[in-house]
Each structure stands twice: as structure tokens, then as C-alpha cells.
């Protein structure tokens, strides 16, 4: 096969059209860990592997592996390991994550229909959970296979009140939320030649450029927490402004810290991106406020220093104001390097096809910073239409440039050669 069949692109955009009918949501892309919908998305991807020719298997955390394996001659195969995440966030778009997942199994369709095999495994995962929607928690399903999982996690609620070993044990796969089964479920570190991910840029940078592709140069880390602010319940008519121990308006001069603290440094981001006051009523003044923080930088430094203010500056706002704060860290996940022996096999692809070889860092988190813990790790963006938008429906890439991303996956996966044994 010289070059891929010009229909990869438009499978790839049809099969994320099928795969976003599976929503929990009306109207829209919600796809939350364990739902009835995640369950028909992860059956219809079990499909697709199958009928592409891999051997499929559903772990523990409910991840979809599916082989393509090496030409039986290749008796010490390693792994090469490609996927991407297939939860999204709410109201969510359907390339973030699905695309890593389904233009791999087109190509592994394409590559099996014209006969060829790869003188390596190659493992395509559907990984169960990136975004953190439904348990506050995020990178369960790659912390799984990089044996990073915290048993603990299996303890937390969602909002109804369901744990996460509960969820695990209703979902009916293979030793689903055992301890010792999520432990079994990690991959040995030694078997790997590398993991690469396909992933929307989820930016307006390629598209700014005018360029379909990208190669990723690093990871930013981020931290997420939940906030509690507690303050006094009472009248909203009768109780003088300077006698409120008020955890509404205390949430949000910390909410505006946030903004002012993050503003400060080009790399470094903050976002409240949920905001509760729990049983409130419009005549009482909030007893309670929660929210989110998600803090992301260019540099774990910049990151943790800008951390340290905050939770410092949500202190002394608390102190003040007569609250009482509490900051819980729920995923803290460390800037991720691209290793450049493997962009540069993705560079050669691009530079021989005459394209231009363009690096990029990426501000989103993405399921290789956690394998990027037990493995090298590489990541070939595609370019975002709709001005670079994303986790928003609007989300979008063209037919031409999935076909192009598959394109050089194609070339990629054919003239990977593992990293050279360092003498
Ligand atoms: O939040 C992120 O960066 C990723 O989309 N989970
Ligand atoms: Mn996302
Ligand atoms: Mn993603």
C-alpha cells in the first residue's frame, strides 16, 4: 500500500458522527464515565477494533485494547501503543479524544485489508476516563495502565451519590473495579516501544498558521481542586452587610484572585469552571459555596508558585470574612516531555509528504502525560476549525485533514523503528 485509500478521512468523521449518538444528554455530546451511554460507545468501539482485524479486550477500568498484531515472524515483538480517551466533558464536542481513537483503527483497517503487517504489536486503546466529569477525578483509565491508579479514588460519589466502585461492579466487564484487577490491568513498561497520540489541537495555533498537522513538544501539568467555603445561614433582609459571614460573595473575591493571580505569567492558566451554592435560597445568605480549580502551566515551577498564592490568598480572604476554607488537590499531573527521537520519526513522515514539520506545546492535558510516567511518548496534533475551539460542540476538524493525520499515521506506523539501545 503506498498511500492510504482516500476514504480514511470521511470514515473517520462518520464513525465520530455514530459514536456521538451515545450521549446521556438531549440535544447535545455528554459521554461520562460508566453511563449507559459511555457502555454503547465502548461496545461500538470493541466492534470497529474487531472488524478492523485487531483482537480486543475490555480491562478493568473499562478501557477498549485492541491488537493488531506483528507479523507472526517477529517472534520478540514489542508494543507500540496508540489511543486516545473516549469520555468527554459536558456538552462536549466529538473529535476531543475519539479522533486519537478512530483514525488509528481506520488505518489498522486499511493496513489489514492491503495485507500488510508491522514488524511490532500495535495496541490501540480506547481509554474509559480522561475528563474527570462524573468523579472529579481525571486520567483514571491511562493512571490504570501506567499503575498509577489510587485505590482510594474507588470511594468517591458522583452526583447522585454513587461510588465509583459501585459503578465499576454495575458495569458488568471482566474483574471491573477489582483492586487487584486494575493492578493486573497495568501494562509492563518493558514491553513498550513507545505511546503516540492523535488528538484535535483543541487551539487556534494551526489553524492561525494555515498548517492541517502539528508535533507536540511537551504537556502542560495541571492541578485541579475542590474548594469548600463555609460561612453563616441567616436573613437576607434583616442582617447588616458588615455583620455576614457571607461564603458566596467570599467564593468570589477568591474566584477573582484566581483570574488576577493567573494573569500574571504568559504560560500559566486558572479556570473556576463549576460553581455551586448547595441548597441555597435567593432571601438566605449562603451557608456554603464550592467550587472548582483547574491551574495549568508552561513549567511545574510557575505552576506550583502561582498554586501557593492562591491557596495562601483564599486564606486570608476566608480569615477576613470570618470563613472557613478547605482546598482539596485532586489530580496534580506533571509537565509531560515529548521524547524527540519520536517526533522526529513523525517529523521524516511530514518532511518527506513536503509538509511543513511545525512543534507546538500543548495547554490541554492529554492521556500520554500519564503513560509519558512508564513510557516515550510523542503526539501529532490536528488542526481545530471554528477559530480553535473546543469542549463546546462547535468543536470541528475537516474531512482533508483527517485523511492527511491518517495519512502520515500510515507512514508513521511503517516506518517506525523503535528507539536505538542506547551503547
Ligand atoms: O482538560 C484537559 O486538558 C483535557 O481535555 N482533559
Ligand atoms: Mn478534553
Ligand atoms: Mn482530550
Given at each position: 500500500?503506498?498511500?492510504?485509500?482516500?476514504?480514511?478521512?470521511?470514515?473517520?468523521?462518520?464513525?465520530?458522527?455514530?459514536?456521538?449518538?451515545?450521549?446521556?444528554?438531549?440535544?447535545?455530546?455528554?459521554?461520562?464515565?460508566?453511563?449507559?451511554?459511555?457502555?454503547?460507545?465502548?461496545?461500538?468501539?470493541?466492534?470497529?477494533?474487531?472488524?478492523?482485524?485487531?483482537?480486543?479486550?475490555?480491562?478493568?477500568?473499562?478501557?477498549?485494547?485492541?491488537?493488531?498484531?506483528?507479523?507472526?515472524?517477529?517472534?520478540?515483538?514489542?508494543?507500540?501503543?496508540?489511543?486516545?480517551?473516549?469520555?468527554?466533558?459536558?456538552?462536549?464536542?466529538?473529535?476531543?479524544?475519539?479522533?486519537?481513537?478512530?483514525?488509528?483503527?481506520?488505518?489498522?483497517?486499511?493496513?489489514?485489508?492491503?495485507?500488510?503487517?508491522?514488524?511490532?504489536?500495535?495496541?490501540?486503546?480506547?481509554?474509559?476516563?480522561?475528563?474527570?466529569?462524573?468523579?472529579?477525578?481525571?486520567?483514571?483509565?491511562?493512571?490504570?495502565?501506567?499503575?498509577?491508579?489510587?485505590?482510594?479514588?474507588?470511594?468517591?460519589?458522583?452526583?447522585?451519590?454513587?461510588?465509583?466502585?459501585?459503578?465499576?461492579?454495575?458495569?458488568?466487564?471482566?474483574?471491573?473495579?477489582?483492586?487487584?484487577?486494575?493492578?493486573?490491568a497495568a501494562v509492563d513498561p518493558a514491553t513498550l516501544a513507545g505511546f503516540v497520540e492523535v488528538h484535535i489541537e483543541q487551539g487556534p495555533v494551526l489553524l492561525h498558521r494555515g498548517l492541517p498537522l502539528g508535533i507536540v513538544t511537551q504537556i502542560a501539568g495541571s492541578s485541579r481542586f475542590q474548594v469548600r467555603i463555609e460561612g453563616l445561614a441567616?436573613?437576607?433582609?434583616?442582617?447588616?452587610?458588615?455583620?455576614?459571614?457571607?461564603?458566596?460573595?467570599?467564593?468570589?473575591?477568591?474566584?477573582?484572585?484566581?483570574?488576577?493571580?493567573?494573569?500574571?505569567?504568559?504560560?500559566?492558566?486558572?479556570?473556576?469552571?463549576?460553581?455551586?451554592?448547595?441548597?441555597?435560597?435567593?432571601?438566605?445568605?449562603?451557608?456554603?459555596?464550592?467550587?472548582?480549580?483547574?491551574?495549568?502551566?508552561?513549567?511545574?515551577?510557575?505552576?506550583?508558585?502561582?498554586?501557593?498564592?492562591?491557596?495562601?490568598?483564599?486564606?486570608?480572604?476566608?480569615?477576613?470574612?470570618?470563613?472557613?476554607?478547605?482546598?482539596?488537590?485532586?489530580?496534580?499531573?506533571?509537565?509531560?516531555?515529548?521524547?524527540?527521537?519520536?517526533?522526529?520519526?513523525?517529523?521524516?513522515?511530514?518532511?518527506?509528504?513536503?509538509?511543513?514539520?511545525?512543534?507546538?506545546?500543548?495547554?490541554?492535558?492529554?492521556?500520554?502525560?500519564?503513560?509519558?510516567?512508564?513510557?516515550?511518548?510523542?503526539?501529532?496534533?490536528?488542526?481545530?476549525?471554528?477559530?480553535?475551539?473546543?469542549?463546546?460542540?462547535?468543536?470541528?476538524?475537516?474531512?482533508?485533514?483527517?485523511?492527511?493525520?491518517?495519512?502520515?499515521?500510515?507512514?508513521?506506523?511503517?516506518?517506525?523503528?523503535?528507539?536505538p539501545v542506547e551503547q
Amino acid at each position: 500500500m503506498t498511500a492510504a485509500p482516500p476514504s480514511l478521512g470521511a470514515r473517520i468523521l462518520a464513525r465520530a458522527a455514530e459514536l456521538a449518538r451515545h450521549s446521556d444528554m438531549e440535544g447535545g455530546l455528554t459521554c461520562a464515565f460508566l453511563t449507559p451511554a459511555h457502555a454503547r460507545a465502548q461496545a461500538d468501539l470493541a466492534a470497529w477494533m474487531e472488524d478492523a482485524g485487531m483482537t480486543v479486550r475490555i480491562d478493568a477500568i473499562g478501557n477498549v485494547i485492541g491488537r493488531y498484531a506483528a507479523d507472526p515472524d517477529e517472534a520478540a515483538a514489542q508494543v507500540l501503543m496508540t489511543g486516545s480517551h473516549f469520555d468527554t466533558v459536558r456538552d462536549g464536542g466529538r473529535y476531543d479524544g475519539r479522533l486519537g481513537i478512530l483514525l488509528p483503527i481506520a488505518v489498522v483497517g486499511a493496513l489489514r485489508d492491503a495485507g500488510i503487517r508491522l514488524p511490532y504489536h500495535l495496541d490501540v486503546v480506547a481509554f474509559a476516563e480522561e475528563e474527570g466529569l462524573r468523579f472529579k477525578t481525571s486520567f483514571l483509565a491511562s493512571s490504570v495502565l501506567a499503575d498509577r491508579f489510587d485505590a482510594a479514588l474507588l470511594d468517591r460519589v458522583d452526583a447522585d451519590g454513587v461510588t465509583m466502585a459501585a459503578a465499576l461492579a454495575g458495569a458488568g466487564f471482566p474483574g471491573a473495579g477489582k483492586p487487584d484487577a486494575l493492578r493486573a490491568a497495568a501494562v509492563d513498561p518493558a514491553t513498550l516501544a513507545g505511546f503516540v497520540e492523535v488528538h484535535i489541537e483543541q487551539g487556534p495555533v494551526l489553524l492561525h498558521r494555515g498548517l492541517p498537522l502539528g508535533i507536540v513538544t511537551q504537556i502542560a501539568g495541571s492541578s485541579r481542586f475542590q474548594v469548600r467555603i463555609e460561612g453563616l445561614a441567616s436573613h437576607a433582609g434583616t442582617t447588616p452587610m458588615d455583620m455576614r459571614r457571607d461564603a458566596a460573595a467570599g467564593a468570589a473575591e477568591m474566584i477573582l484572585l484566581v483570574e488576577q493571580r493567573c494573569g500574571q505569567v504568559p504560560s500559566l492558566v486558572g479556570t473556576v469552571g463549576q460553581l455551586q451554592v448547595p441548597n441555597g435560597s435567593s432571601n438566605v445568605i449562603p451557608a456554603a459555596c464550592t467550587f472548582s480549580m483547574d491551574i495549568r502551566a508552561g513549567e511545574d515551577g510557575i505552576r506550583e508558585a502561582a498554586i501557593a498564592d492562591i491557596v495562601a490568598g483564599i486564606e486570608r480572604i476566608a480569615t477576613r470574612r470570618g470563613l472557613t476554607a478547605s482546598v482539596e488537590r485532586v489530580t496534580p499531573v506533571n509537565n509531560a516531555p515529548c521524547a524527540r527521537w519520536l517526533m522526529d520519526q513523525f517529523g521524516a513522515v511530514l518532511r518527506k509528504r513536503g509538509m511543513e514539520v511545525f512543534e507546538l506545546p500543548s495547554g490541554a492535558g492529554h492521556d500520554a502525560m500519564m503513560m509519558q510516567r512508564i513510557t516515550d511518548v510523542a503526539m501529532l496534533f490536528v488542526r481545530c476549525g471554528n477559530g480553535g475551539i473546543s469542549h463546546n460542540p462547535l468543536e470541528t476538524i475537516t474531512e482533508e485533514d483527517a485523511q492527511q493525520a491518517a495519512e502520515v499515521f500510515v507512514d508513521f506506523l511503517r516506518h517506525f523503528r523503535p528507539k536505538p539501545v542506547e551503547q
